[in-house]
Nanobody
């Protein structure tokens, strides 16, 4: 059974930092591209960051200079370090696991963790 469990969200003041974690189980974690997305109220879901199986990374434009994604394959966990958070970063942050082969497209999502940036 595939599970992605996010944690680390919460309320933070503007300028603060948070570290999100996503613990994965039920699939071969090291084979998957792991990503963080977010959905702010009234907006579409957008890519925050992704890290490939080779540990190369790609960042969305909205938070590129303020986030770092990393993965710990032995722990089956992906992290998102977020710095200098602003109210516009308030959103639900989702963990995603993705892998594609010639036959199937494997795509898994966590339940999301709320991040609220407010004074």
């Amino acid at each position: 059974q595939v599970q992605l469990v996010e944690s680390g969200g919460g309320l933070v003041q503007p300028g603060g930092s948070l570290r999100l974690s996503c613990a994965a189980s039920g699939f071969t974690f090291s084979d998957y591209t792991m990503s963080w997305y977010r959905r702010a109220p009234g907006k579409e879901r957008e890519l925050v960051a992704q890290i490939f199986s080779a540990h190369t990374t790609n960042y969305g434009d909205s938070m590129k200079a303020r986030v770092t994604i990393s993965r710990d394959n032995p722990k089956n966990t992906v992290y998102l370090q977020m710095n200098f958070l602003q109210p516009a970063d308030t959103a639900v942050y989702y963990c995603n696991a993705h892998r594609a082969d010639f036959v199937y497209d494997y795509d898994y999502w966590g339940q999301g963790t709320q991040v609220t940036v407010s004074s």
